[in-house]
């Protein structure tokens, strides 16, 4: 693990994706890696710094709703902790959302009913896990 200072906090990441972490100059990103091997785990730490510095509307998808709330829901909850900003956020079970004190908001939805994804508008990143 190596340490970065995330708004003059001292937090640990997995070196394997400190460039994943940082780097904002591309329009997808593909991870590969085996279980256990920090994707989602890093990935909800760069949404959650990405959402407490800029303002940002973030949807997160997943084959089924249900699916959310023992995985990516609890990884970003866990990232808040991580990050050590958990004064900026608040996140209700229902409906399944996270805020930020500067407007920044993070969705939930599945795949299982597609039609409640098409009517969410002004979008900036979408996490499809």
Same mark, same amino acid.
């Given at each position: ?9 001292? =937090? ?6 400190? /460039?994943? #972490? *940082? ?5 997808? %990103?593909?991870? &590969? ?21 800029? =303002? ?6 997943? /084959?089924? #709703? *249900? ?5 990516? %829901?609890?990884? &970003? ?53």
């Amino acid at each position: 693990m190596r340490t970065m200072k995330i708004k003059k906090k001292k =937090v640990k990441l997995n070196p394997h994706f400190l /460039d994943y #972490f *940082a780097d904002w100059d591309h329009f997808e %990103y593909f991870l &590969l890696g085996g279980y256990g091997s920090g994707k989602s785990f890093t990935t909800a730490d760069k949404i959650i710094n990405k959402c407490h510095s800029e =303002v940002r509307k973030v949807l997160v998808i997943r /084959d089924t #709703f *249900a699916s959310h709330r023992d995985s990516t %829901y609890e990884d &970003l909850v866990s990232a808040i902790d991580h990050l050590h900003l958990g004064d900026h956020f608040t996140y209700t079970k229902s409906p399944l959302k996270i805020t930020c004190d500067n407007g920044s908001v993070i969705l939930f939805r599945g795949l299982d009913d597609v039609k409640k994804i098409k009517s969410i508008k002004d979008i900036s990143i979408i996490w499809i896990n």
